[in-house]
């Protein structure tokens, strides 16, 4: 009998251990990131983190300022969102309320592939078919801009925004509906006034969940926007985002150089954005019960 | 009253535009790469070595190391994956430690792919020693598929009734004779679902392995895990972006896109398709 229940200890601690592997990846991330980027503290110091001008490769002046890399990723994140909100949340009405269920059926997987397209072939699609597009359409000298990653973005954050929506609009009580029609008002006015509204919180939430897939996105960002670190809120200029700065150049960095330690306060700078992003909306959903506690 | 039905009408018209010419662009990518991409695909194209820094020749090195990291990545992460959702379904109570561990995977499923190819450079190449290498490429990934898997491990093992765990207890069986002969052998194909889906994000992923395992070309196969290795994304990136003939070698990079897209594609669907049949087939 003892024997039976040292094994039953065993194994449970063996899962235990299993299970609390997530808290510690998470850890050692914090961990990692911190240690490889602490160098820079002390030389060439934090302050110059702070300035305008990313110009890390330079036999005059080396600057590392963030600046250009964080409004170079909000720009495309928020043209992204912009571009995403309304397919994204009347893709999601759509499919909840007025689909057919076979229509449904055929719809929902089909978006789901655009959700597991890789990054890189979006990028590769962008640069060849999406650029050219933009060039022409707006009649600038590049294709490769602002914009150009942000259309490409916005279609990497519908899914989400799409899948996450319809749960929200899917958890509205019925009786809502019910009250709703049965007071003489019409489906659509149904739609937007009653059920849209009190979904609107998971709505908001898979909005930011989908801006925070936007803005850690690497590859296609990195091949269509240009890479110019250049502070602009014009969606026509190139950029460049913190994603692709360390894509780009740690290929050519000095282990243990100011620039080496400089990729990773980069690195810390977007992942305390998507970590604010993801807790939010996870707080929401959660609050709302479309997440099990 | 009819002047309101016509109104409703084009709305509802809009709203379908709308949600269509989303499919529309999907359909439109993969027409796009597929018609392209098609005529390039041979033989040859498969099972060859490239020839002038990618401008011809084949792809092979590229899909058998996107082959073998991503069978490195599942070993590793399928079994920690199952186990950690075991223990949050089945042992865990309802305590700090319990949410804890559920704001870790919220936390690790949203952190960008790029700041996992941070992390496995400082932890996996440089601090472990492994080099750039398919170990520390496969192990960067496992840490980034992790939670995919245990929310789809976790799902299927809740999806299992209670009256299967109680009857089995009722008859003398321990907690882990339960869970191993009762629980488990229902809830493997749910798992499967999402080791797939692991799989093909894994397959697809370039930026992690950017910094961790991927070179653009070497003359000979890997021969051991601390081998670099080139990848399908890898290749494609450097094919489409890198090379100082991009415009020249359009064949190259569509045929390159078309096998990874097939591969990634052709994963999803088939956890989509097992994740149907599994319902069909446990109506509890």
Known sequence: ?293 | MNKKRTGEKIIYWLMRGVTYSVVLFIAYILLDILIHGLPAISWNFLTGFPEKSGAEGGILPAILGTLYLVIGTIVVALPLGMFSAVYLTEYSKQNRFAQSIRMAIVTLAGIPSIVFGLFGLGLFVITLNFGSSILAGSLTLACMILPTIIVASEEALKSVPKYMREGSLALGATKWETIYKNVLPYALPGMLTGAILGIGRAAGETAPILLTAAAFFLPDLPTSVFDQVMALPYHLYILATQHPEAQKILPMQYGTALVLLLLVIGLNMAAIILRIRVRKKYKW
């Not at chain 1, 980027?37 to 030389?43: G, H, K, N, Q, T």
């Not at chain 1, 009649?139 to 490409?152: E, F, H, I, K």
């Not at chain 1, 998971?202 to 909005?207: F, K, L, M, Q």
């Not at chain 1, 502070?231 to 243990?256: D, Q």
């Open chain 1, 1 to 293: 009998m003892t024997k039976q229940r040292l094994k039953a200890r065993i194994i449970k601690y063996f899962l235990q251990s299993c299970g609390s592997l997530s808290i510690i990846i998470v850890l050692l991330i914090f961990l990692f990131l911190f240690k490889e980027a602490l160098p820079f503290i002390s030389e060439p110091g934090i302050g110059g983190l702070f300035h305008s001008v990313w110009n890390p490769v330079s036999f005059q002046k080396e600057e590392f300022g963030l600046l250009p890399l964080i409004t170079g990723s909000v720009l495309v994140t928020l043209l992204a969102t912009l571009i995403a909100i309304p397919f994204g949340i009347i893709g999601a009405v759509y499919i909840s309320e007025v689909a057919t269920a076979k229509e449904r059926e055929v719809l929902k997987p089909f978006i789901e592939i655009l959700a597991g397209i890789p990054s890189v072939v979006l990028g590769f699609f962008g640069l060849i078919v999406v650029a050219p597009l933009v060039k022409d359409i707006f009649g600038l000298n590049t294709g490769l801009t602002a914009l150009t990653g942000a259309v490409l973005l916005a279609f990497m954050a519908i899914p989400t925004i799409m899948s996450i929506s319809e749960d929200a609009i899917k958890s509205v009580p019925i009786i809502y509906k019910e009250a709703s029609l049965a007071l003489g008002a019409s489906r659509i006015e149904t739609i937007w006034k009653v059920i849209v509204p009190a979904a609107l919180s998971g709505i908001v939430a898979s909005v930011m969940l989908g801006m925070g897939r936007v803005v850690g996105e690497t590859m296609a960002v990195m091949m269509v926007t240009g890479n110019a670190p250049v502070v602009s809120f014009n969606p026509f200029t190139s950029v460049r985002t913190m994603t692709a700065t360390i894509a780009a150049e740690m290929g050519e960095v000095t282990f243990g150089s100011s620039h080496y330690a400089s990729l990773f306060w980069v690195g810390i700078v977007l992942m305390l954005m998507t970590f604010v992003l993801n807790l939010v909306s996870y707080r929401v959903l959660k609050k709302y019960g479309m997440i099990d506690k």
